[in-house]
């Protein structure tokens, strides 16, 4: 059996970062539309008081993608209160920022559960996120067959890399009685998963 050693903690940590940052990183707008970036985040303001979570998750992207360095305290205020407002990439974004620890302490075990949240909504980034939290027990107690479960039912939502990280680093840790135990488990939860 293959132990979860320092480089497939470095790989799980980058995968979790390359599912969060990247899979949705950039802010667009319609090309033939010409965008006064003050303008419209106090447009985005207005709205994000008045409890807006659309506005709210908004202006958490953009402390991140428009301000050199990034403003990550911002941000995460912005993602918590969209996040509370069942906002799902807020939430997604909450938790990567608290594991992390960007703009905050990190807190892998909030992070686990801002996840847990957007993972029973459907969201495979945070299917996957859960899975590397059980993978690496942070935050959460260390289990291989957790692990797999939400890195499969990531899988079966279209995430190709949760697949990967699953076949090529978790599931070669595991026996096949817990690769099994795993498969019970994904046909209890997915069945409580929205769609």
Do not use: C
Request: proline share 2%; charged share 20%; no cysteine.
């Amino acid at each position: 059996m293959i132990k979860f050693n320092f480089f497939n903690s470095f790989f799980v940590i980058s995968f979790v970062f390359f599912l969060i940052f990247f899979s949705d990183s950039v802010i667009s707008y319609a090309d033939d539309e010409i965008i006064n970036l003050e303008t419209r985040k106090q447009e985005l303001t207005k709205d994000a008081y008045a409890g807006d979570a659309d506005a709210q998750y908004m202006l958490g992207r953009l402390a991140l993608e428009t301000k050199n360095p990034p403003d990550h305290s911002t941000a995460v205020y912005w993602f918590r209160i969209a996040s509370e407002s069942n906002h799902l990439k807020a939430q997604e974004m909450l938790g990567a920022q608290l594991f992390s620890g960007l703009g905050v302490p990190a807190n892998p075990k909030e992070a686990s559960i801002w996840w847990y949240k957007a993972a029973m909504a459907g969201s495979s980034t945070a299917q996957a996120s859960l899975g590397v939290l059980y993978a690496l027990g942070s935050g959460v107690k260390k289990d291989l067959i957790e692990a797999y479960k939400w890195l499969t039912i990531a899988s079966l939502y279209g995430n190709k890399a949760a697949a990967i990280q699953r076949d090529d680093s978790i599931s070669l840790q595991m026996t096949a009685n817990e690769i099994r135990e795993a498969q019970k488990r994904v046909d209890l939860i997915i069945k409580e998963i929205k769609k």
